[in-house]
DNA sequence: CGTTCAGTTGACTAAGGTCAATTCCCGTGG
DNA sequence: CCACGGGAATTGACCTTAGTCAACTGAACG
């Protein structure tokens, strides 16, 4: 099961069996139920995850309302990069929308690779990136689009499995909309 | 000169001097004259530069709207990353707001210093994560508060450059607002 | 069947934008 | 020294977008 971890590794960047050796040992299965959460608003995560079946979705919390920003489906790495990196209390919530299968490791591990080897120092380069890149993008969608046209960014994008697997109410929260702001959007488009 | 590049650089992890000395023959001055674009919507940005005086910021057009989203003061890495990153367009411009002096070399260059050290690849792993928690910290400001509180934390942060150089129309931008807005904003929190 | 929860719809509200007029500040030329 | 011009900031009147609240519909499930 764990190589399904070092296949989504080895997309980021090939990893000598040496290298996976290295972390090998550190995995560990965890199962999340329905409702269970992987990392909490105040708490400093201190692990990452890889979802081997099931999903989750993370959010911040504004006077106790949720904005939902992320949704993990199999086959994803899962954390609160943010609060790992700088080691401080993460603002960012992680919850199982089902039961979910992950495999796990310390951040703390990760880390040490880096000192131990170039190839996973890479691997967390790339990973940094990837996570940048996918943060930029989701700014800029808040910065210049309103509503219906971050509504239909999203028809429009690779993200089918959002779309197909969520409920609605959960996509407009992800849209940073309420979900009768989302019904309208959708009635509007419709009549088009 | 060129040293105040390599001190920026030991900020994020120590650089031993041969893999200095790998950089250094690429490294190239550069000078914008005011109103002079650095990197622009629409093109790959291939450079990365570092500030030596004066100052800058980036933006991103939308229906020939700009909105600033960063500015660049002496001392500070410049260049639109995730085009670097992505070998991609960007959607980004960065212009230069007085004459500019930079340090410049060419992205390529890096990438290639990534395969040749590992301190270099260290570097472009931190590089990168001190990129994703700005750009997440800006992404969850947009999220979860108003205008009112946005300018309320820009006063509270560490950004005081931002307060006492930047005009009052380009911060408002920065935040997302018009300028007719902030100046309502201003007024409403000195009334209290 | 009744309960529950997601989604829809209507009436009203609030935040912020738009447009236009006015004022303020500052540099330049007479 | 004063007058003028131009851009930044302020203010008022009005508009647009999305949120709030509440009522209603509809499907899923015991």
New binding site residues.
Partial sequence: MFDLLRNYIERFTSLPDEDWQLLLPHLLRKDLTKGACFSREGKICKEIGFVVSGNMRHYYTKDG?ERTTYFYFENSMVTDYISCILGKPGSLTIEAMSDTSLIVFPYAILKSLYNQSHAWERFGRLLSEYLAAGLEERMTGLLML?????YAQLLNSNRQKIIERI??????NYL????????????RISKK
Same sequence: chains 1, 2.
Avoid: D
């Fill in positions: 309302e309103n509503a219906e046209e971050r409920p609605q109410h959960l996509i407009a940073g909309i309420t979900p009768v702001s989302l019904s309208r959007i959708r009635k």
